[in-house]
C-alpha cells in the first residue's frame, strides 16, 4: 500500500496567524472530487434487455437435415413418409440474481461541515451518486471475468499459438524479431480461424450443429497486455482489406483473463496470480475479516471485487477464484454468444424522522452468465503445441 504523506492531511486544526497569535487563518475553499469508475464496455456491449415481467428467456437451435438421391417414379410410394426433425435444443437464461447497494446521507448536522449550500449539495450529490458507480464497477469485473475465464468444451475452440521454438528474447534486435514472429503467427492463426468460421463447421458450437459463422457478428476481446507486446507494425491486421475480416475488437485489462479455481485454498504470501470471481469480504483461516487502515486512522472491512487479487492468507472456496494466465491472448465470442440480461434497476430512498437520515438504495437484477451453446467461444492461447 501506498505510503501517505500525514503531514498534508487535514486533521480539522486550522493554521495560527502569522502575526496574530489568537487569530487563525481561515479555509480558502473546499473541492469535492467525484468518484470516476470505468464504464462496464464490454457489459453494456452484451446487455440485453429482460424486461419486468417473467424471468426467462429460451434461445432455441436446430441441426440441418440432409439430402439423398432422387429416384424418379419410385419415390411416389414414399409420399407420405415424415421426416421430422428432431434436433432441437432449448437452452434457458434465467433472472436469477439480484444485488442492492446503499448509502445514508442527512441535510442538517453533516451540512455543518461545508462553507456553503453549494459545496454540501455538491456533497450530498457525490453520495447519492456513489451507488450507482457501485453497479457499474459490480458488472464491469462480473461480466469481464466471466468472459476472460469461461472456455468452450469444444477441442477446436482453443486454439494454441505455437512458440516452442521462439527462444527467450534478451537483446533489443531480438526483442523486435520475437514480436515481429510472435505477430505473424497470432495474425495466421486468426486468419485461419475465419476461414473456417465462415465454412459449414461442427467445431465451434456446443450442441455440434453445422454452422457458419459471419465476422460482422463476432467480437475479439484482446488481452491487452498480450497483444501490447506486439508491435504496432507487427500487430495482426484483421481489419484491413487484405484479410477482408470486418472483426470488431476491445482491449481488456490481463487481469481479467485466467483459468477458474475449482478447489479451495489459502493465498500463499507473495500472490499475483489468485484473484477472485465474485464481490466478497473474504476472511481470514481465524475466521477474522481483513481489515486496512485509511489515511485518517480509521480501519475498514477489505472488499474484494471481482478481477482484483485476494488479500495474503485469505481462504476462498472451490469457483470464488481463478488463477490469471497472462498467456491468453483472446477470446473470440459472439455479440450475441453471451446474452446479460438487465431487469429491474429501481432507486429509492427512505427518511428516518428520528435521527433526521436518508437511506438511498438502488436494486438490480441480472442473470448468472452463461455462454449459449448456439454460438462460438474461442480462446488464443501462447503456449506449446501438444503440451
Given amino acids: 500500500m501506498a505510503k501517505v504523506n500525514t503531514q498534508t492531511m487535514f486533521n480539522g486544526q486550522l493554521n495560527t496567524n502569522e502575526l496574530y497569535n489568537a487569530i487563525f487563518n481561515m479555509v480558502i475553499s473546499q473541492r469535492l472530487f467525484d468518484t470516476p469508475v ?186 491487452a497486455e498480450a497483444k501490447n507486446k506486439i508491435t504496432h507494425l507487427d500487430l495482426p491486421m484483421i481489419y484491413n482489406n487484405g484479410t477482408n475480416q470486418p472483426v470488431a475488437g476491445m482491449d481488456m485489462p490481463s487481469k481479467y483473463f485466467g483459468e477458474p479455481n475449482a478447489t479451495g485454498g489459502t493465498v500463499a504470501s507473495g500472490n499475483t496470480k489468485i484473484r477472485s470471481l465474485v464481490d466478497k469480504r473474504f476472511k481470514d483461516s481465524a475466521n477474522n475479516y481483513f481489515t486496512v487502515t485509511m489515511p485518517s486512522g480509521k480501519t475498514r472491512i477489505v472488499y474484494t471485487r471481482a478481477g482484483e487479487l485476494l488479500p495474503v492468507g485469505a481462504v476462498y472456496l472451490a469457483g470464488e477464484t481463478y488463477t490469471q494466465d497472462s498467456e491468453i491472448i483472446a477470446k473470440i465470442i459472439s455479440v450475441e454468444g453471451n446474452p446479460f440480461l438487465s431487469s429491474m434497476e429501481v432507486g429509492t430512498a427512505f427518511f428516518n424522522a428520528r435521527s433526521l437520515t436518508e437511506n438511498h438504495y438502488l436494486t438490480w437484477g441480472y442473470n448468472t452468465l452463461q455462454n449459449l451453446k448456439e454460438k462460438p467461444l474461442i480462446t488464443l492461447n501462447l503456449g506449446t503445441v501438444g503440451a
Avoid at 454540501?120 to 464491469?140: D, P, R, W
Avoid at 468444451?153 to 521454438?165: F, L, M
Avoid at 468460421?197 to 450443429?209: A, G, I, K, T, V
Avoid at 453445422?210 to 460482422?216: E, G, I, N, Q, T
Fill in 38 to 223: 470505468a464504464e462496464p464496455s464490454l457489459a453494456n456491449r452484451l446487455k440485453v434487455d429482460g424486461t419486468l415481467y417473467g424471468d426467462t428467456k429460451l434461445y432455441y437451435s436446430m441441426d440441418i437435415g440432409e439430402s439423398y438421391e432422387w429416384g424418379n417414379d419410385a419415390e411416389a410410394p414414399k409420399l407420405l413418409e415424415l421426416n421430422r426433425n428432431d434436433t432441437q435444443q432449448t437452452q434457458k437464461i434465467v433472472l436469477d440474481r439480484f444485488r442492492q447497494a446503499n448509502i445514508t446521507v442527512d441535510n442538517y448536522l453533516s451540512k455543518r461541515a461545508w462553507g456553503s449550500e453549494g459545496v454540501f449539495s455538491q456533497f450530498n450529490g457525490i453520495l447519492t451518486a456513489s451507488i450507482g458507480q457501485v453497479k457499474k464497477v459490480f458488472e464491469n469485473g462480473y461480466v469481464n471475468t466471466f468472459v476472460g475465464n469461461n472456455r468452450s468444451t469444444q477441442a477446436p475452440c482453443n486454439i494454441v499459438v505455437d512458440r516452442s521454438d521462439l527462444k527467450t528474447a534478451t537483446t533489443n534486435a531480438e526483442i523486435e524479431a520475437l514480436a515481429r514472429l510472435s505477430g505473424q503467427r497470432i495474425s495466421k492463426a486468426i486468419a485461419d480461424l475465419f476461414v473456417k468460421l465462415r465454412d459449414n463447421e461442427r467445431d465451434f458450437n456446443e450442441y455440434q450443429f453445422l454452422r457458419a459463422y459471419s465476422p460482422d457478428e463476432l467480437l475479439v476481446v484482446w488481452n
